[in-house]
Nanobody
Framework: QVQLVESGGGLVQAGGSLSLSCAAS????????MSWYRQQPGKQRELVAT????????SPDSVKGRFTISSDNDKNTVVSLRMIDMKVEDTAVYYC????????????????WGQGIQVTVSP
């Protein structure tokens, strides 16, 4: 009923920049927050940035100043993650996550995930 689709991943050299985009579609009533996570091989998935319904953003110290999350519209249905000064350790599969209230007969608040997109940073 709700789909999240990531785009924009790929290969970048250390020190370079890359942007990811996440588009949400389907039976959406309210997007409460959208987040980007990443998962490196052998490690747990970790949060890298969040944007709330009101437009507030947060990110952990590990990426603060380098990663910026933003919304392309006032409903947060398209969210971008701009990454600059990238490091080899940023290599991971990046996932979009939506905390979404659905607009269906059985409306509720659910967490949805995109399929993930590979980002590789070469030395």
């Amino acid at each position: 009923q709700v789909q999240l689709v990531e785009s924009g991943g790929g290969l970048v050299q250390a020190g370079g920049s890359l942007s990811l985009s996440c588009a949400a579609s389907g039976a959406i009533k309210t997007i409460n927050r959208m987040s980007w996570y990443r998962q490196q091989p052998g490690k747990q998935r970790e949060l890298v940035a969040t944007i709330t319904y009101s437009g507030s953003t947060t990110s952990p110290d590990s990426v603060k100043g380098r990663f910026t999350i933003s919304s392309d519209n006032d409903k947060n249905t398209v969210v971008s993650l701009r990454m600059i000064d990238m490091k080899v350790e940023d290599t991971a599969v990046y996932y979009c996550n939506g905390d979404i209230t659905t607009d269906t007969e059985l409306s509720g608040r659910f967490s949805y995930w995109g399929q993930g997109i590979q980002v590789t940073v070469s030395p």
